[in-house]
């Protein structure tokens, strides 16, 4: 059984900073891709940053330059520090992991409860 735990979310004001963290735990053989997608409102979710397992991040343009994604691979953990937040970030943030629990079957996908983040002007 593979869980994944958020943490850092919460309220601020416009042009602050939050750190979001997702550990996973587990049986977990392997870790392969690991990303940060929200969802706010009437929208569709719709992924925010993503890290390969060596370290290659991706960002969606609205994000790109004031998020930052990273992992520390020994504590099977994902971060995604977020600066100059914006009213338009607020959403439910979801930490997403492909984990591999047996040697020779493929990875799936495991998600997170989803974190409130919300900014105010």
């Known amino acids: 059984q593979v869980q994944l735990v958020e943490s850092g979310g919460g309220l601020v004001q416009a042009g602050g900073s939050l750190r979001l963290s997702c550990a996973a735990s587990g049986i977990i053989f392997s870790i392969n891709d690991m990303g940060w997608y929200r969802q706010a409102p009437g929208k569709q979710r719709e992924l925010v940053a993503a890290i390969t397992s060596g370290g290659s991040s991706n960002y969606a343009d609205s994000v790109k330059g004031r998020f930052t994604v990273s992992r520390d691979n020994a504590k099977n953990t994902v971060y995604l520090q977020m600066n100059s937040l914006k009213p338009e970030d607020t959403a439910v943030y979801y930490c997403?992991?492909?984990?591999?629990?047996?040697?020779?079957?493929?990875?799936?996908?495991?998600w997170g409860q989803g974190t409130q983040v919300t900014v105010s002007s």
């Open positions: 997403n992991a492909e984990i591999s629990t047996v040697v020779h079957l493929k990875g799936r996908d495991y």
